[in-house]
């Protein structure tokens, strides 16, 4: 397969669980290169996603890595044949390379949890707010570039919308729901979107009220996604170059445990959505 120039974070992540099968094993890549009947160079851009990798090659590496975990080698395998054009890639070349893979990573997760602090979650934001926001942060974007951001925001709520959708559970600050990125009218209909969600039953929300003691994470901004088999759960922090995807088990431990520590200065679900629903009603 020829190799890619721009890999995405899934690619980067298969590339990834194959390295850390051959150091579980405890080879060295030049060890491996016989097996294959292949390069080092080849090997490196294998386990780094800019080269593809066949399924039949996933399993004869596993194998020889003396992998027995079925399930994560199934997982591994259906990521290989996973090269269907999705949804987000129409706008490859548009926009930024890491909206299109916080798209994929969330398509393909078997569960979503978030914090947010400062603004409404983007699954659960409208066309007007979401437009709002991306024009007071992005100034003078013409329309013609907004559009794209936009559109293509409203497009990942599909992931927690129709007949099969994700569980999503998010803990959402009081300062996220109060602040008005536009005007009352966007702000109530952006309350009545997230109460309507709630309602659908697979959303879960829990508010941090500005009252509450022992909340410390004012600066935290994350997602957790989980994958088929928990070797594959990824997790989505920011950074200063962007959105950082963390795959070390020692960071999602950390991640689930921050989660965690912040569910638990929140309201629970019944509070949350009562909390929500008088804010609507407050002149």
Not at 33 to 48: D, I, K, P, R, W
Not at 88 to 115: C, I, K, N, Q
Request: hydrophobic content about 40%; proline content about 5%.
């Amino acid at each position: 397969m020829a190799p890619r120039s721009c890999p995405t974070a899934r690619q980067v992540r298969l590339g990834a669980e194959l390295r850390k099968l051959r150091e579980a094993a405890g080879l060295k890549a030049r060890e491996v290169v016989g097996f294959l009947n292949s390069t080092a160079a080849q090997v490196s851009q294998m386990e780094a996603g800019i080269a593809g990798v066949s399924a039949e090659r996933v399993r004869r590496l596993a194998e020889h890595y003396g992998c027995t975990d079925e399930a994560l080698i199934d997982a591994l395998t259906a990521m290989t044949g996973d090269r269907k054009r999705g949804w987000w890639e129409e706008y490859r070349g548009v926009l930024h390379p890491v909206f299109l893979d916080t798209a994929e990573v969330e398509y393909h997760a078997t569960f979503l949890r978030e914090v947010v602090i400062t603004y409404v979650p983007g699954l659960l934001q409208t066309a007007d707010y979401a437009r709002a926001v991306y024009t007071y942060v992005q100034p003078g974007l013409p329309q013609s570039e907004l559009a794209p951001w936009v559109e293509h925001r409203m497009k990942r709520r599909a992931v927690i919308e129709g007949d099969t959708p994700t569980p999503y559970e998010t803990l959402v600050h009081e300062c996220a729901l109060r602040v008005r990125v536009s005007d009352r009218s966007v702000w109530l209909t952006q309350l009545r979107r997230i109460l309507d969600q709630i309602e659908q039953g697979h959303v879960t929300v829990r508010v941090i009220p500005f009252d509450q003691d022992g909340f410390g994470g004012a600066g935290v901004s994350m997602m957790y996604a989980g994958g088929p088999v928990p070797q594959l759960d990824t997790g989505l922090r920011d950074a200063p170059t962007g959105v950082a995807f963390i795959d070390a088990e020692a960071q999602l431990k950390q991640l689930r445990t921050l989660f965690l520590k912040i569910r638990g200065a929140s309201l629970d679900p019944t509070a949350s959505r009562e909390f929500i629903h008088r804010l609507s009603k407050e002149p």
